[in-house]
């Protein structure tokens, strides 16, 4: 079946993390999954939101609340499980059917890793745009420019709090918007 390419979702993640390696026994967890929807047409960014979700085999560390703001009590209170934020994926944005984008390689491997590891489908399609990868090529950069780069090279102000994967996702859709129009 063929995409529907009217809205392209932007997903970025937020996972469990250490200044260094996991602590041991633990592996890193999705946390946040900020998404929201591109219109190709017209350049409107809707349905911005950030999934909270319980992680499953590791805690949420200081060093990860230093860096992306969500605290363990957060998740305790609003968490989903991934298996469940991965339902509303793929119901209420239409996840399979769609184009999706990420900003780097890193949300694509995260999701493809925890999906094989507790055993659930991938909820996304097959067709992926990395974002990272394309501001580089559009801007013949020769190198891939961080998100908050790339928006200071387009002259775009960062919205919200950078490393919240819902302020993160709606900030990657203005990028992939500029590339879409330029
Ligand atoms: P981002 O989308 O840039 O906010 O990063 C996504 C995830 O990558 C974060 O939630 C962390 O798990 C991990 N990450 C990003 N930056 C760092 C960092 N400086 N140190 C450790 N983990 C990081
Ligand atoms: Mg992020």
């Known amino acids: 079946m063929p995409n529907i390419l009217d809205k392209i979702i932007i997903i970025d993640v937020e996972a469990t993390c ?61 968490g989903i499980s991934f298996k469940e934020a991965c339902s509303v994926l793929r119901k209420e944005y239409l996840s399979q059917k769609r184009v999706w984008a990420s900003f780097g390689a890193y949300d694509l491997k995260q999701f493809q890793r925890q999906c094989s590891a507790i055993g659930i489908g991938f909820p996304f399609g097959p067709s992926h745009i990395n974002v990272k990868t394309l501001f580089a090529l559009k801007n013949k950069l020769g190198y891939e420019e961080g998100m908050a780069g790339a928006l200071k090279i387009l002259d775009i102000p960062l919205k919200g709090t950078h490393h919240r994967g819902v302020d993160d996702a709606f900030n990657i859709a203005k990028i992939l918007n500029w590339i879409l129009n330029n």
């Not at 260094?20 to 409107?44: F, K, N, R, W, Y």
């Open 18 to 78: 250490w200044e260094g390696a996991p602590l041991a026994g633990m592996e890193s967890d999705i946390i946040e999954i900020g998404i929201c929807l591109l219109d190709v047409q017209t350049g409107e960014i809707t349905d911005n939101k950030g999934i909270l979700v319980k992680p499953e085999r590791s805690t949420i560390s200081p060093f990860c609340t230093e860096l992306t703001t969500i605290t363990p009590e957060m998740v305790a209170k609003d």
